[in-house]
Nanobody
């Protein structure tokens, strides 16, 4: 059974940092792109970033570029989302998702497996 578990969310002041983790089990971790998405209250889920299983290249949404970084540790079957200089508009539930395609995707329906999400709150 495929299982993705996010952790590391919390409440932090604006300007601070958080690191989210996504632990993956039940699939060949090294053969899956892992994407991060988020959903703010009352809004649609949106793409945050993704890391390629083939090249380890990353792609980010414009809203987080330069502040967020995705990395992966294959020995731990874990992908990280380092979030720096957090802003109130980063407040959302953050999800990780897995996709086996050769090319990375920045849209939801391209992903086969999803975690349950972790809440990140940055008060204004």
């Amino acid at each position: 059974q495929v299982y993705l578990m996010e952790s590391g969310g919390g409440l932090v002041p604006a300007g601070e940092s958080l690191r989210l983790s996504c632990v993956v089990s039940g699939l060949a971790f090294s053969r899956y792109n892992i994407g991060w998405f988020r959903r703010a209250a009352g809004k649609e889920r949106e793409f945050v970033g993704v890391i390629s299983w083939m090249t380890a290249a990353t792609q980010y949404a414009d809203s987080v570029k330069g502040r967020f970084t995705i990395s992966r540790d294959s020995a731990k079957n874990t992908v990280y989302l380092q979030m720096n200089n957090l802003r109130p508009d980063d407040t959302a539930v953050y999800f990780c998702a897995a996709d086996q395609s050769a090319r990375v995707k920045n849209y939801e329906r391209g992903y086969n497996y999803w975690g349950q999400g972790t809440q990140v709150t940055v008060p204004s």
